[in-house]
């Protein structure tokens, strides 16, 4: 309430150019001078009661009600308080309240030195002054003008902070003593009015911090609460994300677990065992399996010292070679080797290994090894059993050429014996008819190779088991078996043509097993004939050379044909449409020509019958598996 009014003491200061001197406006000597009127105390008593009153139940408005009363005591046309401000130091007098003619001008006021209140504090008396407009012309436009005004400073703390003032805006009447002594009583009362009203406003003014503080500390326990929510539910996240990664973590540990115990049941069913192998340190890591393949206790420190002297005599050259070119550079490797047991068993082994550097550049071999003795075994087992088999079906094959065969030996021995006892003959005649004699010992001789050569050639197809590699003109091992099957063709009436090419390069590999798929061939294209008696039997027999360096062979008959449904069992063991038939010929067939690196195939012809063909690699280097 004091404070709000400063804003108004809106006086240009600076430009307050005093016009006449103090003590020409200053009329104090006046008051004892004058007669003066006869004190009213119970006036005075009932205004006191009543600006108690108002001070205890309505402090907000003491000053305006103190100003009224020094109107109404003083009984002049205005009257007010002018009060230093507390904002700027009190560098203003500001008029809180005003009564009468000048109510107007409430919140108006005057510079603290320079002005009528300035004087009073300053002279620390009450003051009488007569138009003080003329030494302060600021207070020229402030209506009416002031005939007399009568000053009274008040203290607070023996501290002058203002005055009290009451205005003739004419000279109806004049101050007196009285009106000094009864200013001088309201003075004190506006002291206590004005130490009510700071207090008041101190403490409003306190309520006011208290409240704004309160809200400030209201919105920081706020903001704070919404901190702690907001973290609290961070937190929240945070556990259950810690709680969920746990949990997963767990579960990995388990599933972990759970594939190192397949791994390690894998590893010893397959009979495979893991290293890891680190050649500039020479740090070897082994699985378990690992361990028993080598039949070396668990645990013991892996060296190649260690690896070595398990390693088959005849195949150590293979762990050199193999040290020397992991050490020179990163690659991939993968050896067959042997080892020898201390019991002088023998195990074979597969090892492959990838190699990397690590983090630190280091180079890195991570393999596996496995125990393949048993499964060499078998191949070599299965190996046996195939050639064994190719060897069984190749003489039911020829068995059922005897008959023919027969024929063909026995016809040169006929001759033989014709011609021995025609030779017989000639020599016991009278002269001996010696050229006679020696051209019949010719033939017989001739005859004798004819057999002679059969019985090889058969002998070779019967008897021999193991592959041998050579070199072979397919043209020479097709005139062979066509030798052969002749005369078992003829008599079922096929009609053989061949086409074999002359530029028909050589292919490597076992003589009796190509020309056993030849015969094989051939049977089949006569048994497709069998029945077919409305058209000629006619069976061709083509090489040629291949795309890509090949040779091919092609058995053409005019049978009855293949059935497409069952094109892809052909091949089939045990697949056949024959009563007397075991299905096993074409997978021979074919069993001997993958060995050779070499395709099998069959194909309708346009016309009625089936081709069969085969086709190998004619590089001389060719091995066969
Ligand atoms: N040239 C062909 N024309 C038509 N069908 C054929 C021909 N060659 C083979 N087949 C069919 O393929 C089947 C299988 O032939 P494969 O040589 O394997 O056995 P098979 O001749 O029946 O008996 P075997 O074991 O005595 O040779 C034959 O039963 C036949 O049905
Ligand atoms: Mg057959």
Redesign the pocket.
Known sequence: MIESAKSQCNFPLETSIPQASLESILCTQELQRRRSRPPDYEKENRALVALVSTLANSPGTILQTLAGTILEITESDSAGLSLLTRDDDGKRFYWPAIAGMWNPHVGGGTPRNFGPCGDVLDRNCTLLFTHFERRYPYLIPVMPPAEECLLVPFYVGGKAVGTIWAIMHSDRHKFDAEDERVMGSLGQFASSAYQAVVSIDDLKFQVAEREKAETELRKLTDGLETKVLVRTEELEQRNSQLAEARARLAEEKLALERSEAFLAEAQHLSSTGSFCWRPSTGEIRWSEQLYRIFEIEQGVPVTLELVGSRIHPEDISILNDMNERTRAAVSDFEYDYRLLMPDHSVKHVHALAHGSRDADGQLEYIGAVQDVTQRRASEEALARARSELAHV?RV??LSTLTASIAHEVSQPLSGMVTNASTCLRMLSSDPPNVEGARETARRTIRDGNRASDVITRLRALLGKKDATIEVIDLNDAVREVIALSLSELQSNRVILRHQLASDLPPVAGDRVQLQQVIL??L???S??MNTVDDRPRELLITTERDEGDRARLS?K?A?????PQ?MDK??E?F????N??????????RSIIEKHRGLIW?TQNDGP??T?SFSLPCRTDTKVQ
């Open positions: 079906t039911m094959s094989n061939l049977r089949n294209a048994d497709a058995v008959d049978g009855v044909g293949l059935d069952s052909l091949f063991a697949y056949t449409t024959k007397d038939g075991m299905g096993i010929g074409l997978s021979v067939c069959a019958g089936a069969f």
